[in-house]
């Protein structure tokens, strides 16, 4: 008598074994899966997002500032801040990521394709907070099994929040995704260097003559000392600069002004400052061409007399350092990656990952200096300015938390544990505590889980706990902290992990990403404005909490007075009208004040909800169309 085909160990055996198959052979294809399908998607749904707040400001500004450095730079010898009406906006933050993404958008629209700009950029957004999905799923990999690390990249991935900001947000989840890179290339560099090819450089290293060990040895610590005294004293070099030529300008009789009218008919002639910039330029263009010849040299070195030295730089560290390097060069929190990832070589390696750690620091500190041109005319200097100012950002904007409103600079010591309860799905939280009760059990009994629990303490609950005691400013609920929440979900994982039976991993897995999914289609393309059921959704957090705080509605604003507007018609915008201006027709007459040409004229009011705005400004105007999603209330648009 045959099997049953739904028999215990018919079909549901045959369903298993081909789930476990691909898991095995090919681990990393449901991930690539994944993403692949989010590619697909994307093109169908972009066009849904508006354009968020400062979005704008990223890109013509920072963006195009820091590209114009480079040309600058080499001509001038300067890379200052962007002069505004307030004073000079200074690169604090590096601006690696704003600058590529504009370069890619730049060269697409040049191909006349017909794409809104901010679409193009909004598709780099989505391709980078993939790569961060990608990163996620190999770290957990690390210590999770296939299912488990899908399971946590899909918790991970269908966070309302999360997906929102993966889309319309220039800074913290491109950001959160280059952090998870730089962890996840961080651990491939480990399991390169120490998976055979230390042994067989010491091995090498061993072998070699004394006097040839101590020979490369100082050539090497010459050149890589001289190296960071030339590029760490750029401001001593500025000023040797200026102390040279204002010594010959004040002793025009001396050897010194002799020397100079040598190369310079006209020196002592022209102001002093003009010849002060052309011998700075001179001295930095000395100091590229050193600095490459003698790493030229160094390496030629290394591959006659130590060639397996060089696998030490093979593309692993490399990459994994340029990557530390350009997430630093987007927020200076990024070396938190870096440290993450040394203190594991060190806990694994002892003394073996000294010289590691040195070399992909080399690298990141290289990585950050070519990706920031800010720190260009005085890296020391600027870097801890930027460190400063950061730590103590001065920012006095007013939040929105349960129903008061703060100073970006003074908020409640519960603002981030609220925010985090009511902005994550209702079943990450309860995964969170099983996964650290589960893998603090595991490290107490038996020494398991201890590189996780490294990762959650390092990468979560320190940083959480800062954020929590010191208070820094924060504002638009929680985006500035996205990069420290992946540990969270790891511990989700955890549970998953725990589970032996994939049908009921699968089940698990499906049940806890529901709500996410479901939510997400809901509020969609608002997802970034969620809040769970624990706070009634996006309703009860209304007049509470902050909602659409960087203006994406404005893009559905504006469709909807591109179909009703008069030719030539004025529009009012409350709030960033710049938003609204990037999708209105161009026939309309936008403006972001009351001014006189709206005096008898009948125009178009539009309002966020943000601050009251909509009821503050024209209250007693006739409404003519609001967006809101799931009953609330996003903008409004009226006819005065």
């Given amino acids: 008598m045959g099997r049953h085909p739904f028999s215990e160990k018919g079909f549901m055996d045959r369903i298993i074994e081909l789930g476990k198959e691909p898991l095995q052979k090919y681990q990393n294809l449901p991930v690539l899966a994944l993403i692949l399908a989010n590619m697909i998607l994307i093109p169908f749904i972009l066009t849904h997002y508006g354009e968020s707040w400062d979005e704008r400001h990223q890109y013509e500004h920072y963006a195009n500032h820091a590209l114009q450095s480079y040309v600058s730079w080499f001509q001038e010898g300067r890379s200052e801040g962007i002069t505004e009406a307030g004073g000079v906006a200074k690169d604090l933050h590096g601006p690696a990521f704003v600058m590529t993404v504009e370069l890619l958008t730049q060269f697409i629209s040049n191909l006349n394709l017909g794409w809104h700009e901010t679409d193009i950029r909004h598709f780099f957004h989505f391709i980078t907070f993939q790569m961060g999905l990608f990163s996620l799923y190999i770290i957990s990999r690390r210590w999770l099994s296939p299912w488990a690390s899908l399971g946590t990249t899909l918790l991970y991935m269908t966070q309302p929040v999360f997906w929102g900001h993966g889309i319309i947000n220039p800074k913290d989840m491109p950001f ?7 962890i996840a290339l961080g651990l491939k560099m480990y399991d390169y260097l120490y998976n055979g090819v230390w042994e067989q450089v010491s091995a090498v290293w061993a072998s070699l003559d004394t006097r040839l060990k101590w020979t490369i040895g100082l050539i090497v610590s010459i050149w890589a000392f001289s190296i960071v005294c030339l590029f760490a004293g750029t401001k001593v070099i500025s000023e040797i600069s200026t102390n040279i030529i204002n010594s010959a300008y004040t002793g025009p009789n001396t050897t010194m002004i002799h020397l100079f009218s040598l190369v310079a008919k006209n020196f002592g002639a022209v102001p002093a400052d003009i010849y002060i910039k052309k011998l700075f330029i001179f001295l930095l263009r000395l100091r590229g061409i050193y600095t490459i010849l003698s790493t030229t040299v160094v390496l030629w070195l290394l591959s006659k007399r130590f060639w397996s030295g060089l696998r030490l730089l093979g593309l692993p560290v490399m990459l994994a350092g340029f990557v530390l390097g350009f ?314």
């Fill in 176 to 182: 959160a995704s280059l952090f998870l890179l730089s």
């Fill in 327 to 640: 997430a630093t060069s987007m927020r200076n929190a990024g070396p938190l990656a870096g440290i993450l990832i040394a203190i594991y070589i060190f806990g694994r390696a002892g003394r073996k990952a000294i010289l590691t750690i040195t070399i992909y620091g080399f690298v990141s500190l290289a990585s950050m200096y070519i990706t920031w041109p800010y720190l260009w005319g005085d890296p020391v200097g600027r870097l801890l300015e930027s460190l400063q100012v950061m730590a103590a950002f001065p920012r006095e904007q007013q939040v929105l938390f349960n129903g008061m409103y703060y100073p970006a600079n003074a908020l409640p010591v519960t603002y981030l544990p609220v925010l985090l309860a009511i902005q994550l799905t209702e079943p990450v939280w309860v995964l969170f505590l099983a996964g650290v009760t589960v893998t603090i059990t595991g490290f107490i009994k038996k020494r398991e889980y201890g590189g996780i629990l490294l990762v959650l303490l390092g990468w979560f609950i320190i940083p959480i706990l800062g954020f929590v005691i010191f208070r820094p400013s924060l504002y638009d609920n929680f985006r500035q902290v996205l990069f420290i929440l992946p540990p969270i979900f790891l511990m989700a994982g955890v549970v998953f992990s725990k589970i032996k039976q994939p049908i009921w991993q699968i089940a698990l897995i499906t049940l806890v990403i529901l709500p996410g999914i479901m939510d997400g289609i809901r509020l969609h393309p608002y997802e970034y404005i969620y809040y769970n059921r624990f706070i009634g959704g996006v309703n009860g957090a209304q007049v509470r909490f902050e909602l659409d705080y960087w203006g994406t509605s404005y893009r559905e604003a504006a469709n909807y007075v591109n179909s009703i507007a008069p030719a030539n018609a004025y529009v009012y915008v409350e709030g960033p009208a710049h938003i609204f201006n990037s999708f209105a027709r161009r026939d309309l007459k936008v403006l972001d004040a009351y001014g006189p040409e709206l005096e008898g004229q009948e125009y178009y009011f539009i309002a966020l909800s943000r601050y009251n705005l909509d009821e503050i400004i024209s209250p007693d105007a006739e409404i003519i169309y609001t967006v809101s999603v799931d009953g609330a209330l996003l903008t409004v648009i009226k006819k005065p």
